[in-house]
């Protein structure tokens, strides 16, 4: 049974980096396509970014184009969110989530789901 796990995540400071990672100790996450999800406080869950089984990636979200990529390393079956320059729009709960189809900016099309990591921007 798919079991995702997100870490990394914390408090940063604007203008900072992080990275979080997205791991499966039941399955390969080369055959599903996954992406990154936010949900910020009071609001609804967002597409961000996601990567198919062939590596392809789209973004979704238009406020995290060009600071925010995801990337995959299949030996450490692992699928990364490297987030960069975050600001304090940018805090919420982060979730990976896996799909056997293909990429999607919908929380709908996803299957099974992590337990979410919080980040949070603020000096």
């Known amino acids: 049974q798919s079991q995702l796990v997100e870490s990394g995540g914390g408090l940063v400071q604007p203008g900072g980096s992080l990275r979080l990672s997205c791991t499966d100790s039941g399955f390969a996450l080369d055959y599903y396509a996954i992406g990154w999800f936010r949900q910020a406080p009071g609001k609804e869950r967002e597409g961000l970014l996601c990567?198919?089984?062939?590596?392809?990636?789209?973004t979704y979200a238009d406020s995290v184009k060009g600071r925010f990529t995801i990337s995959r390393d299949s030996a450490k079956n692992t699928v990364y969110l490297q987030m960069n320059s975050l600001k304090p729009e940018d805090t919420g709960v982060y979730y990976c989530?896996?799909?056997?189809?293909?990429?999607?900016?919908?929380?709908?099309?996803?299957?099974?789901w992590g337990q979410g990591t919080q980040v949070t921007v603020s000096s």
């Open positions: 990567i198919n089984s062939s590596g392809g990636t789209t």
């Open positions: 989530a896996s799909t056997w189809t293909f990429c999607s900016g919908h929380r709908r099309d996803f299957g099974s």
